[in-house]
């Protein structure tokens, strides 16, 4: 008989493997949808990942992927500091909104004026809004021990009504002809989060990226809070006991992964997207998730795995426009790479043995 048998200690070697073979696993089983609905499994691969980076117009795409991994990294920075402490933001989506809803706000109520520190004002009202979001599950869990993964879950859909809201209401364009949306922040120089080099897709949400990695390598590897951090997802009696505040930390890790939320979708409203409207939410804070966890929760592993993931955006538009693959398919590649890596993840603490099992 097949069965689970615990390891004495987690297996370092998986622990490592586990994402190579999730990523492997992925191209397999995505290979098979995609000849499943009819099409090519290699050229369909091969499109996603090799066109974005050696293709005809590799010139145009390779700039995308700091413009979408930037704030996939910047996202998942934030998240892993609260999974590591076994605090579950999955809302991210929602300080997102927020965030861009705050910034891009204070942005607006300024226009036409010029001033080197409207933008400035945007950023921080950017990681306000994404803050005060993620401290609505941060108080209630500490007041009232509500379950955080829920209520950040559910204020998600709290922020997309916002942003429908503020896009038809009062962000609107009144220039706009009635139709939903602000402004244009890219034609409003003082709020514009353009390239700082030209044609690189390098913008401040790249260096905020930047800066949260190592701000967070920092304080895992050298700070007594990232000590709290680990001990506290590892064994969290021994954290009480060696004195660390459950509620402090509840606190700080929501907060910070909110703020970074929130500046992310300051810097995307400001920058590529350049404008708050109904569908301005891609779906990044749950995407970061995936990278968080294809990262193994490690800054330098979350850098690799939102530029991984960056490409399967990218890919992912090149094979709807060229072989006609449903964006839906996309999305469940996408969400199969998260799947084979849970599914795999169980390795690291469980192995396979064969035999009977013994009756005690």
Excluded at 209 to 226: C, E, K, N, S, T
Excluded at 229 to 239: K, M, Q, S
Aim: proline share 5%; net charge positive.
């Amino acid at each position: 008989m097949l069965r689970l048998e615990k390891r004495p200690q987690p297996s370092r070697l998986f622990a490592y493997a586990t994402p190579v073979l999730a990523v492997l696993a992925t191209f397999f089983f995505g290979g098979l949808l995609f000849a499943a609905l009819g099409k090519d499994p290699v050229e369909s691969i091969i499109t996603i990942f090799w066109e974005p980076l050696f293709g005809e117009f590799s010139f145009f795409y390779r700039p995308q992927l700091l413009i979408k991994g930037a704030p996939l990294v910047l996202i998942a920075i934030g998240l892993s500091l609260g999974f590591k402490a076994g605090i579950w933001n999955i809302g991210a989506e929602g300080q997102y909104i927020m965030g861009a809803l705050f910034g891009a706000g204070v942005g607006l109520a300024f226009y036409p004026a010029e001033s080197v520190l409207i933008f400035p004002a945007m950023v921080l009202a950017g990681a306000f809004g994404g803050w005060i979001w993620a401290m609505i599950p941060a108080l209630l869990k500490v007041k009232f021990g509500t379950n955080e993964i829920l209520v950040s879950l559910m204020l998600v859909y709290v922020a997309e009504q916002f942003l429908a809201s503020m896009s038809l209401g009062l962000l609107r364009n009144p220039e706009g002809m009635g139709f939903p949306g602000s402004r244009n922040l890219q034609q409003y120089p003082s709020a514009h989060n353009a390239d700082l080099i030209a044609n690189t897709g390098m913008h401040w949400g790249v260096v905020a990226a930047m800066i949260a990695v190592i701000f967070a390598y920092v304080l895992l590897a050298r700070h007594r809070l990232g000590f709290a951090i680990r001990v506290t997802g590892e064994a969290p009696r021994a954290a009480r006991f060696s004195g660390v505040n459950p509620k402090r930390l509840i606190i700080f890790c929501l907060g910070t992964s909110g703020m970074l939320a929130g500046l992310a979708g300051l810097f995307e409203v400001s920058g590529p997207a350049g404008q708050v409207g109904i569908d301005f939410n891609a779906g990044y804070g749950f995407t970061a998730i995936i990278v968080a966890f294809l990262g193994r929760l490690h800054p330098v592993g979350i850098v690799l795995a939102g530029l991984l993931m960056a490409l399967t955006y990218i890919g992912g538009d090149i094979a709807q426009g060229q072989l006609g693959l449903p964006a839906a398919a996309i999305q469940v590649f996408q969400g199969m790479l998260l799947f084979f890596l849970l599914a795999l993840d169980l390795f690291t603490n469980y192995r396979l043995r064969f035999g009977r099992t013994e009756v005690a």
